[in-house]
């Protein structure tokens, strides 16, 4: 049973692997939820909403899920490491022990703008981070003087986060504190980038492909009715000027003209008062939702999302609406709203038998609880697979697949993980997906390098090798070259 802190009673000892939630979306506690994410100095154009104060007014006691991941992977490296030996700069697959301060420098502004630092904030942090900035690219840079300017600029960004979720966060400074770990290069290389320590922020290709794999388990509405499963979803506005009007706004989107396409949708928001249609309502809130979310304006993005849930009846419309703002709140490390909205978009794809998106979500949940070293996650893949097989949906296994073998990896079940990897190459060739396919030949190679079964490797990443190079992924056939080289030298 999934009996944790956040108490999700949807598995049962019988085939419904899924229980149905009742709709709470009208409720004002999800109100208040959506508008802690509520920027006052958005920059955003078009559709006017009303302004308010942020609330983050929040009664439960709340974990910082960030603070105690970065504390466990502080203690576990601390066990790991020797007072006496010096922590090699390679694994044996070849991966890179050492991250130089040029990195460390780009992640740290790239998470000032991922928070949204007021820009009087903004500049504080950046003088300091022009200090260190100057010391590096000396011949011989004070590290003591580069850590505490990091330091100083940690705690800016802690006290803006502290400020704006009424609650004490050292999300930054724990950050820095797990870095400073690790082997900093302090010589300024802005050329010299570790993959094992990029910082993932919103769009990232992940993202982009998962909300994808929600999307085409709800097709957007055309001519005639849609049915997914024998059931009937949406249909198109019956009011002809809102046709037209939706069909334009739809049509300015897929032009690259979002300003233009959010103009038109007011207008057809408009109209859709008139007539009173509700339905068309909450999909024109819900694509006006996507067009903030991916040119970055995340608060507004989240408040149409929410009114795109408020105006309809349309499960289907509310899977992907939750869905979004999950992975709106997953991104920047928001896990309690996150995993909320995946839950809630597993309980409405449940009522419209939704096994896909129901995977998806869950796959979702359970890579959060992996990422906080929680062995819960094993029990959300679990489901997630389980559901996943009873559709013909290849991406989707393949999909949970590959993250429970990240998962299983990550607990030091290198058997399992191998396994996992498996699936999910049978699953992505099903689906004729070669980057993934090769991605996870990759994973696989990986651990047969660590196992020193160089052999094994090799076939494994010679199979990445072809699969790559059906696809224009340039720096993944350049890192799966590179290990094959590394592996020639070992024989």
């Not at 998470?111 to 904030?121: E, H, M, S």
Request: with cysteine; net charge negative; charged share 25%.
């Amino acid at each position: 049973m999934l009996n944790g802190i956040f108490q999700r009673p949807y598995l049962n000892n019988n085939n419904n692997l899924v229980k149905k939630k009742q709709d709470e979306e009208k409720n004002t506690s999800l109100t208040q939820r959506e508008q802690e994410a509520e920027q006052n100095n958005s920059k955003s154009k078009g559709l006017q909403y009303e302004r308010t104060t942020p609330a983050y007014q929040r009664q439960e006691q709340q974990v910082d899920w960030r603070q105690m991941r970065s504390q466990i992977q502080a203690q576990a490296r601390q066990q790991t490491q020797s007072a006496e030996e010096p922590m090699p700069t390679k694994t044996l697959s070849g991966r890179s022990t050492v991250i130089n301060i040029a990195q460390i420098l780009k992640d740290f502004r790239n998470t000032a703008a991922a928070i949204g630092t007021p820009d009087n904030l903004k500049e504080e942090v950046e003088g300091y981070l022009t200090l260190v900035e100057k010391q590096v690219k000396k011949d011989d840079a004070n590290t003591k003087l580069v850590k505490s300017n990091l330091k100083n600029a940690s705690s800016i960004l802690d006290g803006y986060i502290s400020q704006t979720l009424n609650k004490d966060s050292k999300v930054v400074e724990n950050w820095v504190d797990a870095l400073f770990l690790q082997q900093i290069d302090f010589k300024y290389n802005e050329e010299e980038i570790n993959p094992q320590f990029l910082v993932k922020f919103p769009q990232s290709t992940e993202k982009t492909e998962n909300k994808t794999a929600v999307e085409q388990t709800v097709p957007e509405p055309v001519e005639q009715e849609i049915q997914t499963d024998a059931k009937v979803v949406s249909i198109i506005p019956q009011d002809k000027e809102l046709k037209s009007l939706f069909i334009q706004s739809k049509k300015l989107v897929y032009a690259n003209q979002p300003e233009k396409a959010i103009e038109t949708f007011e207008k057809a928001l408009h109209r859709a008062d008139e007539v009173g249609d509700n339905e068309t309502k909450s999909k024109i809130y819900y694509e006006v939702g996507r067009i903030y979310d991916d040119h970055s304006y995340f608060a507004e993005a989240l408040k149409s999302y929410h009114k795109s849930i408020q105006n309809t009846e349309d499960n289907n419309v509310k899977t992907k609406a939750h869905y979004s703002m999950a992975q709106i709140y997953d991104d920047v490390n928001q896990i309690k709203p996150a995993l909320d909205h995946y839950f809630s978009s597993v309980s409405c794809a449940g009522e419209v038998d939704n096994l896909s998106a129901q995977s998806t979500s869950l796959t979702k949940m359970g890579n959060i609880f992996t990422d906080m070293f929680d062995i819960q996650g094993i029990e959300y893949y679990d489901t997630a697979d389980a559901l996943a097989q009873q559709t013909d949906n290849a991406k989707v296994k393949g999909f949970v697949s590959s993250s429970l073998g990240n998962a299983y990896e990550t607990f030091g079940e290198p058997q399992k993980a191998l396994k996992a990897y498996s699936n999910a190459v049978k699953h992505y060739t099903d689906a004729d997906s070669p980057q993934k396919t090769a991605q996870n030949y990759l994973k696989a190679g990986d651990i047969m390098v660590e196992m020193s079964n160089v052999s094994k490797a090799k076939g494994l990443l010679t199979k990445a090798q072809n699969y790559a190079r059906r696809t224009d992924d340039i720096n993944l056939m350049n890192e799966i070259n590179d290990k094959l080289n590394s592996l020639e030298l070992l024989s």
